[in-house]
């Protein structure tokens, strides 16, 4: 039987690196085809791991907590009687870890140096929260060799309440300091912390960017400035689909749905009847599909995920609000599985339960488009007999012009519209 060299899968299009959250066999277990062995986090989520071949884990090369480049060596697969040393010898100078965020490399001791090129040196950190501060506490500065790994939230509130991060064990995912964490450091022992009459606030804070906000930075304007988009706007009435919504809700044993389960069904069976804005630009042609993946836009504590629901189309409403409800809570607790983290042809952002009226979006490469929701709204309207007040929801088509022209989108958002605001449509 082949060795089976074990690497650091590219699970996103933008993913260069993973973090080796733990191993869960151990060398010397038996493992066979599609076992996870390991939980990775990416700039998306923690994902597990699973095994391509079957024999005995013979050598982990990596330890937990380590951050290694994509296709970098991490472990390696085989039978007892197999010969590894080959395998593990070619792959571990490609493959070596950079230094794990969550424990710093060691500082080597050097020589005195003339003060002019050495900073002052920090006093050392309290050794427990409890001692007084009498002077404003600055953003707790990183470790020698690595940072601590917090949401932007957590570090704000810690700035704010003379909470040392460095002092904190994170309850959030993949050991990650959250809000809670320092709120419940900071009332743990309030005595400890006295106001400081007249302290100067500090006049700004940079705030070092999580892997999630780094990868955003580094994709959107690989979509905002080559991408040439266009907008699409309409106005969809809603008081048809949000009487059915009640109906369904109201009945027992069955689905909670959603105003999205709503557009996702809707765009679902559009797409089909459009098939160019099911599309994506590829250079030298538009590659046309024939399923319905979509990209569902969850916004978490440190950034935006865009999880994929597959083959939308073949699902009814009530299977598209339990598997939507399941991957947006997953996408929360960054338990998402590969394949969905990528693969969507087409998305929707829904920014509606924030009370936004109306948004465009920008389209996720190399989707060909993405339609932004707002809320539902109670707004006056002009009726057969008269002024009266109905539910209406604006939604915004960003489309690829490289993809599709203005007409093809017109009529997609058309027969989105149409099939809202005859709700019925839906259940077929």
Excluded at 90 to 103: C, D, I, K, L, Q
Excluded at 240 to 258: F, T, V, Y
């Amino acid at each position: 039987m082949a060795v089976t060299k074990v690497v650091m899968p590219k699970l996103s299009e933008a993913m260069e690196t993973g973090r080796l959250i733990k191993w869960l066999k151990q060398e010397g277990d038996r493992i066979q085809g599609g076992d996870v062995i390991a939980e990775i986090e990416t700039d998306k989520a923690d994902v597990e791991m699973e095994a391509f071949g079957s024999g005995v884990l013979r050598k982990i090369l990596v330890p937990a907590g380590a951050t290694v480049a994509v296709g970098g060596l991490i472990g390696v697969i085989a039978e007892p009687d197999e010969d590894i040393a080959a395998v593990v010898g070619t792959g571990a100078g490609s493959s070596a870890p950079t230094t794990s965020r969550s424990e710093p490399a060691p500082v080597p001791t050097t020589a005195a140096a003339p003060a002019s090129k050495v900073a002052p040196e920090r006093a050392p950190a309290p050794a427990t929260p409890a001692q007084p501060r009498s002077v404003p506490v600055e953003p707790t500065p990183a470790p020698v060799g690595g940072r601590v790994k917090a949401s932007p939230l957590a570090k704000k509130i810690a700035a704010q309440s003379g909470v040392d991060l460095r002092l904190l064990q994170g309850s959030g995912p993949g050991g990650r300091i959250i809000r809670r964490d320092v709120e419940a450091a900071a009332s743990a022992a309030p005595a400890a912390r006295p106001e400081v009459v007249g302290a100067p606030t500090a006049e700004y804070e940079d705030v070092a960017l999580t892997p999630m906000r780094a990868a955003i930075a580094k994709r959107m304007p690989l979509s905002k400035a080559p991408v040439p988009h266009f907008y699409v706007t309409s106005e969809i009435a809603m008081d048809r689909a949000w009487e059915l919504r009640e109906e369904l809700n109201a009945l027992e044993g069955q689905p909670k749905i959603s105003v999205n389960d709503l557009v996702v069904r809707a765009c679902a069976l559009a797409l089909l009847a459009h098939p160019g804005v099911n599309a994506s630009f590829k250079g030298e042609s538009i590659r046309v599909y024939h399923r319905v993946h979509m990209g569902i836009a969850v916004a978490l504590e440190d950034g935006l995920i865009t999880p994929v629901l597959r083959d939308c189309h073949a699902k009814s409403l009530a299977q598209l609000a339990v598997e939507s409800r399941d991957l947006a809570e997953r996408a929360r607790s960054r338990k998402l599985r590969a394949q969905e983290l990528s693969g969507a042809t087409f998305s929707i952002s829904n920014l509606g339960m924030f009370d936004v009226a109306d948004f465009s979006a920008i389209i996720n490469p190399p989707e060909g488009a993405i339609l932004a929701v707002g809320s539902v709204r109670r707004v006056p309207v002009v009726e057969a007999s008269g002024l009266g007040v109905g539910r209406r929801m604006s939604v915004t088509l960003s489309c690829d012009h490289r993809v599709m022209d203005g007409a093809m989108g017109a009529r997609f958002l058309q027969d989105v519209k149409r099939l809202i605001e005859e709700p019925l449509r839906l259940l077929v």
